[in-house]
């Protein structure tokens, strides 16, 4: 019992590092691309007008995404009236959900001590934090996604457990409505089949309830009625055409033909292993060590790996499938490994080989962000200037970024120095929150202006004055959210032709008074250049203010080199 109460504070102590450093800068910066501004200016939209079942982005419906993660968005902003807190906040609590969920599992397939090894291992590796202090929906995915799984496997390999079954099932569909993908926890009963047959020869087995397992398709068809049963009754009562190809669109384009025939993130068949290899570290370094002690367990048949690991093969090869790959889409396959990984970690951290790979880690960073900050912040090396003038930094904001790179280099190599007289891998987990609470609060304020086109927005309001009417052609969503007063827009995924001929005809009915906010590449020739405002450059994009005047009257605009949406 004493044992156990120490494993259990020492995993209450490690959630209290985690959630000091992914909670650290919280509030303090603006959504920033490329999904941040989008989910926002939905959920904004759901608050503001009342209508939650369907997401906008500006005038036009949003339909690449279903709105599950939008409604957290929204729900957290009613709660606590902040938007730079609520846009984070969902990630952040799906973070803390996720680490748990991992540690429960484990412990109740391996023991309460080697459940802290999986919590450890799942937070130090790069992509859990990066999502998790990002505003995008790929961290509640993983949430549903793991609950998914904690609770099938606690029926599958640890059960009966029915409830949990059936609550495995639920969190599968709202997964899927949360984003497409969401279904897949349930494959785990693949290599769950195949386990029966060689545990059958050795065990006895418990037979199949088949009315109790009928409960999983209706559990998972509930989970996915949490939206798509009010977008049904809505359709049925709603005539609307719009309200229609909103769903046809994201029901078939943004699933099925978006995996099958995918039209953008078009990636080589062997892309994940260079995901895995960079995004997963440290634990990537890990993997010769575990991989032939897994091969050992896969050949010893033992039931527990070959579900665990069987899923996450399924997955890579779902994902791999696809020609559209994208970082995040092999997220959810991460807390499982550590889950695998965990009973093996005692004794591969005890190898001086794996201490010094995970010393050469800490070392590695650390010492990058010595020598960056160091050369930024002295001007030995114009990597700083050469950032400032590409993303239109501050002097000031650039400073203060070299400066957190500085100190984040300097408390890593002091950890290792500490780490060399104690222990590695510990030094990696302070070293993990240490990066974090860097990024938190130092990096990505710094950076923060120019990222959200906040500094930008600024200074469009100040040129046209309090009393002016905008307009918008070719914008990007935060450009929309980040504008000081009421913005028309004219279509996000019109063809900026389109764009032009609705804003020209909105501009004539007052010209004194309305002003264009257009990307300087999709200016129209029938605008007179002399009049046209450069008011400067965000997110790697040239932006001009085009004042009514300059409108050339019964000029009409040309089809331009664009595809709406794609062409930005």
């Not at 799906?94 to 599992?105: F, N």
């Not at 510990?426 to 929150?433: E, N, P, Q, S």
Request: charged share 15%; hydrophobic share 50%.
């Amino acid at each position: 019992m004493k044992s156990l109460l120490h494993h259990e504070k020492i995993f209450i102590l490690l959630s209290l590092l985690v959630a000091l450093s992914l909670g650290a800068g919280i509030g303090i910066r603006d959504p920033s691309p490329p999904d941040e501004p989008r989910f926002v200016l939905s959920a904004k939209h759901m608050v503001e007008s009342g209508d939650w079942l369907v997401p906008h982005r500006g005038r036009e419906f949003y339909a690449e995404k279903p709105p599950v993660f939008m409604w957290l968005q929204a729900t957290a902003y009613t709660i606590y009236p902040n938007w730079k807190i609520a846009f984070l906040l969902p990630s952040l609590l799906a973070a803390m959900g996720v680490l748990w969920l991992t540690y429960d599992l484990a412990r109740r397939l391996w023991g309460t001590q080697t459940a802290i090894y999986s919590a450890a291992a799942l937070w130090v590796c790069i992509q859990f934090g990066l999502q998790a202090k990002r505003g995008q929906i790929d961290m509640v995915l993983v949430f549903m996604s793991t609950l998914s799984l904690w609770g099938l496997l606690r029926h599958l390999l640890r059960g009966p457990a029915w409830g949990p079954l059936w609550l495995g099932a639920f969190a599968a569909g709202v997964g899927t409505v949360t984003k497409g993908v969401g279904f897949l926890p349930l494959l785990v009963f693949l290599p769950w089949l195949v386990t029966r047959r060689f545990t059958a020869a050795q065990h006895s087995v418990q037979p199949v309830s088949f009315w109790r397992y009928g409960v999983v398709p209706i559990a998972f068809v509930a989970g996915c009625g949490v939206w798509l049963g009010p977008l049904a009754i809505a359709l049925i009562a709603d005539p609307d055409p719009a309200l229609r190809a909103y769903a046809g669109e994201l029901l078939f384009k943004q699933t099925s033909e978006r995996y099958v025939n995918a039209w953008h993130h078009i990636k080589p068949v062997w892309y994940y292993v260079q995901v895995i290899m960079t995004l997963w570290l440290p634990g990537a370094l890990l993997l010769p060590w575990l991989a032939s002690r897994w091969w050992q367990q896969i050949r010893a048949k033992h039931s527990d790996h070959w579900v665990l690991l069987g899923w996450c093969l399924l997955v890579l090869i779902f994902f791999s499938a696809s020609p559209g790959k994208r970082e995040v889409y092999i997220f959810p396959m991460l807390p499982a490994l550590c889950i695998a990984a965990a009973p093996l970690l005692p004794e591969l951290l005890q190898r001086r080989g794996v201490q010094w790979m995970l010393s050469a880690y800490v070392g590695i960073f650390s010492t990058a962000f010595f020598i960056l900050g160091l050369s930024g912040f002295f001007e030995l090396n114009p990597w700083a200037q050469s950032l400032a003038d590409q993303r239109d930094i501050p002097a000031t904001a650039m400073r203060s970024f070299v400066l957190w790179l500085l100190a984040a280099g300097i408390v890593g190599l002091l950890l290792l120095g500490w780490g060399r007289l104690k222990d590695s891998s510990m030094t990696v987990v302070l070293f993990t929150a240490v990066l974090w609470t860097t990024y938190g609060l130092g990096l990505t304020p710094s950076l923060d202006a120019t990222s959200s086109a906040k500094a930008l927005m600024m200074r469009v309001g100040v040129r046209i004055g309090p009393q002016a009417e905008l307009g918008m052609i070719a914008w990007r969503e935060q450009n929309l959210l980040q504008a000081d007063r009421p913005v028309v827009d004219f279509g996000f995924k019109q063809s900026w032709q389109s764009q032009w001929d609705q804003a020209s005809r909105w501009v004539i009915e007052s010209p004194q008074h309305r002003w264009l906010f257009v990307l300087e590449e999709a200016l129209s020739p029938c605008v007179n250049q002399a009049q046209v405002i450069a008011i400067g450059q965000s997110n790697r994009r040239d932006w001009v203010l085009v004042p009514g005047s300059a409108i050339v009257a019964g000029c009409k605009t040309p089809k331009l080199a664009d595809t709406g949406e794609d062409a930005l």
